[in-house]
Structures are given as C-alpha cells and as structure tokens.
C-alpha cells in the first residue's frame, strides 16, 4: 500500500453532508438548494458532501440523485471540494451513481457499507473493491454504525484501506477509543475524518495532526469553520470557543449514539436551516417534520450560541 495515497486529495477541515431542501409538494426545491449551496459556501465550507445521510438519499431515485450532483457541480464546481455520496443498497448502483458524479464535477465519493443486509467482512471487503475497479475516483469510505448495524474492526478498515482508490475514511463510530485507533493505525496512509470539536479532539489535532470533520449540514456555518480555520492559524482559544457551539449543538439535539432527540437527523437540521432563515424545507416519508414545540427548542439552541 502506498502512503502517498493520502496526499491525492486535498479534503481537510470542516465539511458537511448538506440536506436536500424538499418543498410543501415534497418535490426538490432546485432554488431552495441552490441557495443554501451559496450560503454554506459563503460561509467558508472546506468542501461539501452531497446525498450523504443527511441528504435523504433512501427516499430519492437515481434520477433525482443525478440531478442534484448535476446542480451542485454546475454552481460549486471548482470552488470547492464535491464529494458525491453514494450510498446504496448495490455495487452496480453506487458504481452508476459515482460516474454521474464524476461528470459533474465531483473530486471523490464517499461510501457507506450496504445497509439492512447486514454484509460479512469478506463481502464488505469485496463491495468496496468492485466499486474501486468500475470507478476512476477516489473513495471515502463511511463507517456508520447506526445506518449500517456494522462498526467495522480496524482489521477490516486496514484492508480496505488498501484498496488502491481509497484515500480516506469517514469514521463515525460512536467509540471515541474505537476512532483513535483507526486514526493512529491508518492516518499516514489514508485521512482520517471524524474529529470530535472538543477538547480531546483539539489535543490530537495539535500533537498528531489531523485531517478533520465531515459533519451534519453546516447549519452552524463560520462557528464550525472556525474551528480548524483558527487552529491552523494558531489560535487556539478562538478554534475552542468554535468547537463549543458545535457540542452544544450536539448535546442538545442528539443522544450520544448520534441519533436526534426531536425526530431525524435531516429533519433536525432542515428545522434548524428554516430557523436561520435558509431554505431547508420538509422530509420526506418515512421521516417527518419535526413538531412545532420541537422547532422552538431547536430554535431556542440558536438563539443561545448567536445564530439567531
């Protein structure tokens, strides 16, 4: 395996699995997308990941999936990095995916394990090499335990490390011990996204080095850019006072496995956008809106850092 394969790419920072605004007929609201495409990028996103989790990829079609890659390279591209998720429950069907994105535009795309199936290590290690032949880009492989019912071994990461199109991992277990090891074994040969913005994962960043965060939405914007754009430039205490809004954030909309308190991930975060007075827009089934009541308290989170 080489370890050069890091340094094909140039992701690092904060980036963020965007949602995908759907409007009242529960069609995608195209201007809404493209707003919020606009707004995340003025806020200084180090790059965007597009029908990540957030993004609702179960409840959309191919067809819908290529249009919103299509959308986003046409207004991002080259602006920043694009990485297309392309999640699916089939190899053939992320391979399809993956090329449409590479038209559009995209750098890399970003991989989850099939979910539901609940595929053994050998089949894993299998899904991901036939992805890396059929497809010319750079992968991002995704843990996501509460998606996938499989927080894969380190064992297991470090042979799919060395697939020759795998560059990094998004590791997004809710072992905090299980991510330093897959950082420590891993992080001179591939990057390693999952830093926490608290204390122990400023400590890691600042002595070992780092690559950084692909997080939820954005909705936080600067507050969550800041972070590693004020540690890179040295100032710690700011990147700190960053990292903090974003664990309140996390304390008081998720449970410690990562999973909302008012109803879905996506549902949370379009609240949050509507909030901000951003184009989020509704879920769709078999999610729901979050409550009324619920939007107050997302709201009153907002109030308390200063977004709102």
């Known amino acids: 395996m080489s370890a050069s394969k890091r ?26 997308f493209g707003q919020m495409l606009e707004w995340l990028h003025g806020e200084g996103m ?16 191919r067809e819908e999936r290529a249009r919103l890659f299509r959308l986003a390279g046409a207004q991002m591209g080259g602006k920043l990095p694009l990485i297309a998720g392309c999640s699916s429950f089939t190899a053939d069907e ?9 038209e559009a535009g995209f750098e890399g795309i970003l991989l989850t394990v099939p979910p539901y199936v609940r595929p053994g ?16 880009m750079p992968i991002c492989i995704y843990n996501w335990p509460p998606g996938t019912g499989i927080d894969m071994s380190l064992d297991l990461l470090t042979r799919l490390a ?15 011990e299980r991510f330093c090891d897959t950082f420590f074994a891993l992080k001179d040969e591939v990057r390693v996204f999952g830093f926490p913005m608290n204390e122990a994962g400023l400590t890691m960043l600042r002595t070992h080095g780092g690559d950084g965060t692909m997080g939820a939405g954005g909705v936080l914007g600067r507050a969550q850019t800041g972070f590693y754009d004020n540690l890179w430039k040295g100032d ?50 078999p999610l729901l809106d979050v409550a009324p009541a619920d939007r107050e308290m997302i709201a009153a989170t907002l109030k308390k850092l200063g977004m709102i």
């Open 7 to 32: 340094s094909r790419v140039d992701w690092k920072g904060y980036l963020p699995a965007i949602i995908t605004p759907f409007g009242q007929d529960l069609e995608i609201d195209e201007n809404g």
């Open 94 to 102: 992320s391979i399809a995916l993956a090329k449409v994105a590479k």
């Open 236 to 285: 710690i205490e700011a990147a700190r006072a960053c990292g903090a809004k974003d664990r309140v954030l996390m304390a008081e909309w998720y449970t410690p496995d990562l999973v909302g308190k008012f109803g879905s991930g996506p549902a949370i975060l379009k609240a949050a956008f509507e909030a901000r007075g951003i184009p989020g827009g509704r879920v769709r089934s």
């Open 121 to 136: 290590p050998a089949e894993i290690l299998n899904f991901y090499e036939t992805v890396s032949r059929e497809v010319d």
């Open 46 to 61: 180090h790059g965007l990941i597009v029908q990540g989790t957030t993004g609702e990829w179960t409840a959309m079609s």
């Open 162 to 176: 060395e697939i020759e199109n795998v560059v990094a991992i998004k590791q997004s277990t809710p072992n905090f």
